[in-house]
């Protein structure tokens, strides 16, 4: 049963504008969030992270918003540019204290 | 700083044949948790040493298996591959072991023919 899920493989998106990828959990317990960048053949790097007392965090151009009654999270880029283009993975620990769960990710393509 | 370095980079066994893996988390990072990749299936966790101990361990076959040593470099060992064992292999290292920002390596991309 997956725990966090991303429900959208893959968004396009035109550069200058915004993109939002969602992240779904059903675990209420988890308490803090965090999104990860992959490209091809390099490890995930970290992005931004929210913990459950706040709902919402910001970092340059990248937002997160935590809905903690609806268990949705959700990554903002705005504005979208074409080395934003891979894969985004969502993921979340109960209080970091425990293995990240990781949801399958969203490959996002930015175009020019 | 140095990142988390991971080799190495591609691997290629047969069926039956075991493998080791390695991972030197960033200096001072005491924790290292491995994760599989495979396509469909995002990154699923292993397991986490931290100073020289097992700590949290994921929902994997004992054919898989790890360490820690004492400078925190961290080794993984999968035995008898399988073909389905093909994937990237990713560690990732935090200083305390709170995973509020875990950095990763590139990963070890295992390909079983």
């Known amino acids: 049963d997956q725990q966090v899920k991303q429900n959208s493989p893959s968004l396009s998106v035109q550069e200058g504008r915004i993109s939002i990828l969602n992240c779904d959990y059903t675990?209420?317990?988890?308490?803090?969030f965090l999104w990860y960048k992959k490209y091809p053949a390099e490890g995930p790097t970290f992005l931004i992270s929210i913990s459950s007392i706040k709902d919402k965090n910001e970092d340059g151009r990248f937002t997160v918003f935590l809905n903690k009654s609806a268990k949705h999270l959700s990554l903002h880029i705005v504005p979208s540019q074409p080395g934003d283009s891979a894969v985004y993975f969502c993921a979340a620990s109960l209080s970091g204290n425990t293995p990240l769960v990781f949801g399958k990710g969203t490959r996002l393509s930015v175009i020019a | 700083k140095a990142g988390v370095t991971q080799t190495p980079r591609y691997l290629i066994k047969t069926r039956g044949q075991q493998v080791t893996l390695s991972c030197s988390p960033i200096?001072?990072?005491?924790?290292v948790s491995w994760y599989q990749q495979t396509p469909g299936q995002g990154l699923q966790f292993l397991f986490e040493y931290f100073s020289e101990t097992q700590r949290n361990k994921g929902n994997f076959p004992g054919r898989f298996s790890g360490r820690q040593f004492s400078n925190s470099r961290s080794e993984m060992n999968v035995s008898t591959l399988e073909l389905g064992d093909s994937a990237l292999y990713l560690c990732?290292?935090?200083?305390?072991?709170?995973?509020?920002?875990?950095?990763f390596g590139q990963g070890t991309r295992l390909t079983v023919v």
């Open positions: 990732a290292s935090t200083r305390t072991g709170q995973n509020t920002e875990a950095f």
């Open positions: 675990n209420s317990m988890f308490d803090y």
């Open positions: 200096s001072g990072h005491r924790s």
